[in-house]
């Protein structure tokens, strides 16, 4: 090697030295700054802020680590009148959850009555709207009652704690279940523009009214910037929209000139539906439970119950989990050519045939619609007639009594409403299940949240027995429910 070559090698060598020096610590260092588990962690997402306290020309991001949602980040608002509060306090008292939920209810008028006064300490607190006739004169409004309620989401924004990240709005009579909505909402980024709820089931409302708009006894739920947004313009908005007589339709409006659209939600129900519910609820959509409405509107939901204690039975099954609630599972006693259908938290069906799920998701029309209307479509989902077919009208049970066992299982009994009084179907002729009075079912305690499957399950059922048990289970793969 000449002269001239030695010093360009050694210098050559020395900088990629000092180069695999830097880079190294440089490594280190950024790892200590980001640790990869937090770029990863699925408990927890990130939001980047500018800090305020550097100018604009020297503007640095501040990442905070938002934690999971729970209750205290949700507020409720409830719009009802003094009149109704009297018979529909213990719907809302079904769910409320003293010094837990946060909320408050909106009364037209101060409450009266020994009923009411003084006031439950089990029932929301309650405020009185602000000052409607001074509202309507100020917007020249055409319906006091749209106003109150549109503006009431300004009042519980007005009234909201530091850290909420949901509003839900809803009626008097609006039946929710907590513990689904934080689960649900908490898959959701809260600080960005969502506006959730659910469409009629009446399928002429919403073509009356508008596919775009949340049914308001269901629930609306705004994340925060939204409801704060709403809150901001919503006097300009009773302006612009002065002619509505509908307040779901103006809250929607609203919205939509803000930049939102909805996002509907399966497991929110406006229950725009009449007469037994039960069809209906024996067969729910395969999502989580958030809400039911219109409980006035409808039989009660338990036989030998009113309305109220009807509230207090389904929540009472809620409180040992919401996660299964309604939720539907199918399974099969072969030897018998029975098939069980199983609404968790409600009720059980014993069909005298094998019947395939794609069939019996689809709920009996024991109900009617809304309106009076003769021709169809009348729903916004599909449906089975009522049929008095031994082969095809199930023996229908109803929830009982809950309780966890000593292996950690949920144990829901159902019990036989009343004789089905419709012979026997010709393929179960020697095991006609007329003679079964009770169902027992276990299910896991743990909660189900992510519902991509539904769950299957096992009968344990000795020929003459009044009893049949179901063991809940994870369905195996490729396991076909037909």
Request: include cysteine; charge should be neutral; aromatic fraction near 12%.
């Amino acid at each position: 090697m000449s002269t001239f070559e030695s010093p360009i090698v050694i210098w050559f060598c020395k900088t990629v030295l000092i180069c695999g020096v830097v880079l190294y610590v440089a490594t280190i260092v950024f790892l200590n700054v980001c640790p990869s588990s937090d770029l990863i962690s699925s408990s927890k997402f990130t939001v980047s802020l500018p800090d305020n306290s550097q100018s604009n020309a020297s503007s640095t991001v501040t990442q905070i680590s938002i934690s999971d949602t729970n209750i205290s980040h949700l507020v409720f608002g409830l719009l009802g009148s003094e009149e109704a509060w009297h018979h529909r306090k213990p719907y809302i008292e079904s769910w409320w959850r003293p010094n837990v939920t946060i909320g408050l209810l909106l009364l037209d008028v101060p409450p009266q009555g020994e009923d009411l006064l003084p006031w439950s300490l089990n029932s929301p607190p309650y405020r009185l709207s602000d000052d409607v006739p001074k509202l309507v004169n100020e917007t020249n409004h055409v319906d006091p009652r749209v106003l109150r309620m549109v503006h009431g989401i300004m009042e519980v924004v007005r009234e909201a704690h530091e850290g909420v990240r949901w509003v839900i709005m809803g009626d008097d009579d609006s039946i929710f279940f907590v513990d689904n909505m934080v689960d649900i909402l908490g898959q959701y980024d809260h600080t960005k523009y969502y506006y959730f709820g659910g469409h009629s089931e009446f399928i002429i409302a919403n073509s009356f009214f508008s596919f775009h708009q949340a049914f308001g006894g269901a629930g609306i739920i705004l994340s925060y910037p939204l409801a704060k947004a709403f809150a901001e313009n919503v006097m300009s908005c009773l302006k612009r929209y002065a002619h509505y007589k509908s307040a779901d339709k103006t809250t929607m409006s609203c919205t939509a000139d803000i930049g939102v659209n909805l996002s509907p939600l399966q497991g929110m129900h406006q229950i725009d539906l009449r007469g037994d519910l039960s069809g209906f609820l024996s067969s729910h959509p395969k999502s989580l439970l958030m809400s039911l409405h219109h409980f006035d509107t409808v039989e009660p939901i338990f036989p030998s119950m009113d309305r109220a204690q009807s509230a207090y039975h389904l929540q009472n099954a809620a409180k040992f989990d919401q996660s299964r609630m309604l939720q539907q599972t199918i399974c099969f006693k072969r030897a018998n050519n029975w098939t069980f259908s199983v609404s968790w938290g409600y009720s059980a069906h014993i069909y005298e045939n094998i019947m395939p799920r794609s069939l019996i998701q689809n709920p009996i029309e024991t109900f009617k619609p809304w309106g009076n209307i003769t021709f169809p479509p009348h729903y916004l989902f599909d449906t089975r007639n009522f049929s008095w077919d031994p082969c095809e009208a199930p023996h229908m049970y109803f929830l009982q009594s809950i309780l966890k066992t000593r292996r950690n299982k949920i144990l829901t009994k159902y019990t036989r409403a009343w004789p089905r009084g419709k012979g026997v179907c010709l393929h179960a002729e020697k095991y006609p299940a007329e003679y079964v009075n009770e169902i027992h079912v276990y299910s896991p305690a743990s909660k189900r949240i992510q519902i991509d499957r539904c769950e299957c399950c096992d009968i344990i059922h000795k020929a003459g027995s009044f009893k049949a048990a179901i063991k809940y289970r994870e369905c195996r793969i490729n396991e076909i429910i037909a």
